[in-house]
């Protein structure tokens, strides 16, 4: 549609690949390229979203940081406690849209034919689900909204207890029901809510109407691979791939137990197959490095000659060495789905909604298929889980392959149903 653009905005930046992973696969659904908000270009042109001369899945706009603007910080909260303007910072955030007009034709120059932004797609999978987050969410679904622009949230998963009335969970205080009505609000505000697993679903449907509704699997199933050559040790097909990250380690309810059970499920596997172990990170934030915990792993293990070191790489370059995998275990989300889509029997060492979800509506139950690291108690739990999945290996191996081609039809229709709010 000639002159309008899809805006996709709270991109965290691609040193986390399963943020690369979403917008790489809605890039690729997209007729047109969007324009992505993002919280750090220099990510995204070092892997797959954006080259460094500017070609690439998408255009680029740049959040701005207060971090490296202190005086604009606190000129911006100056402002917002003086007048009760509750989205100037956002704005400034925004800049790189918000200083244009939106849903009416920019001014023509020479670089930058006529155009306009008719969509927002909030992007950000679980953002809901981190309380620090949610009142940003809110502020640009409102700030978007004020300026004529239909907003979407996109493969979305969302913890129901969030939106449980009072009655559900006992007695609930004022602030608390302050808060799920003000998230039902900021719900029904959203022109287009998509989410990605029936949990999430189901809980939406009770305060959201069906018709803005649709239940799609995440993008990122459809995420393409690039395979590079294997590393000294890894065994194609007999190979475990292994991931964890620090937030599963900030939710153990046990202090050390996730590092103890990755431990002793290294150890399990040398010691009882013949299997080679391979260590692969998916986030690689400085504050939030998956490289970390598993860089401890392998010193641990490095003199058994079963580790391999999987360097960081591309959402596409990953998934290519975890298709290779035999089996998988993983902590991150977009590991595991990049696992699943390529027929590898995952098990998922998850801590909330979205694992559950997931693996519900791909095997009819999340029982064995997810283990909840609050619920990790033994240093063994986690080989007694690898066990079942290793018995059970070609069972779910077939049942990937039946349901997965279905599966990423489904995911498909996300692009669809964007580009049909779009062009409304």
């Known amino acids: 549609m000639p002159g309008k653009k899809i805006v996709l905005y709270m991109h965290a930046g691609s040193g986390n690949h399963g943020c690369e992973a979403i917008v790489n696969s809605l890039c690729h659904m997209l007729q047109e390229k969007p324009l992505v908000i993002t919280n750090s270009g220099e990510e995204d042109r070092r892997y797959s979203l954006a080259g460094q001369d500017g070609a690439g899945l998408c255009e680029l706009a740049q959040e701005r940081h207060f971090s490296r603007h202190r005086l604009a910080h606190v000129m911006y909260c100056g402002w917002r406690k003086l007048t009760g303007d509750g989205e100037a910072l956002l704005r400034y955030r925004y800049r790189a849209v918000f200083d244009r007009p939106l849903c009416r034709y920019a001014g023509k120059k020479a670089q930058n034919p006529r155009r306009k932004y008719s969509l927002a797609v909030s992007i950000g999978g679980d953002n809901y689900c981190y309380e620090m987050m949610v009142k940003d969410l809110m502020l640009a679904n409102r700030a978007f909204h004020d300026r004529g622009v239909k907003t979407a949230l996109l493969g979305c998963s969302i913890e129901p207890e969030l939106f449980a ?19 039902a609000e900021d719900m029904n505000l959203y022109d287009l809510i998509i989410a990605r697993e029936s949990i999430t679903y189901e809980a939406l449907k009770k305060v959201v109407p069906k018709e803005k509704l649709r239940l799609l699997p995440d993008p990122a199933f459809t995420l393409g691979r690039k395979e590079l050559p294997l590393p000294e040790g890894f065994a194609q097909g007999n190979t475990l791939g292994l991931n964890v990250s620090p937030m599963i380690q900030d939710s153990e309810g046990k202090a050390g137990i996730t590092m103890a059970n990755y431990e002793a499920l290294i150890r399990h596997v040398i010691e009882t197959t013949d299997m080679q172990v391979a260590l692969i990170p998916h986030v690689v934030w400085e504050r939030n490095d998956d490289r970390k915990p598993l860089r401890e792993l392998y010193e641990a293990f490095r003199e058994s000659g079963r580790m391999v070191w999987i360097e960081d790489g591309s959402c596409e370059e990953l998934k290519g060495y975890i298709a290779r995998c035999r089996m998988f275990i993983g902590a991150r989300t977009h590991a595991t789905i990049a696992a699943y889509s390529s027929l590898v029997p995952t098990l998922v060492v998850g801590y909330s909604v979205k694992a559950k979800g997931i693996a519900k509506d791909l095997f009819g139950s999340y029982e064995n298929y997810v283990l909840p690291v609050q619920q990790l108690e033994d240093k063994d739990d986690l ?36 580009e049909r709010l779009w062009e409304e």
Request: glycine share 10%; aromatic share 8%; charged share 45%.
């Open 165 to 183: 009335e009072a009655g559900e969970e006992g007695k609930e205080d004022a602030a608390k029901g302050q808060k799920r009505r003000k998230l």
């Open 383 to 418: 080989i007694a889980a690898f066990e079942w999945l290793k018995d059970y290996e070609e069972d779910i191996r077939q049942d990937l392959g039946r349901v997965m081609p279905e599966y990423k039809k489904r995911a498909m229709l996300a692009g669809k149903e964007v």
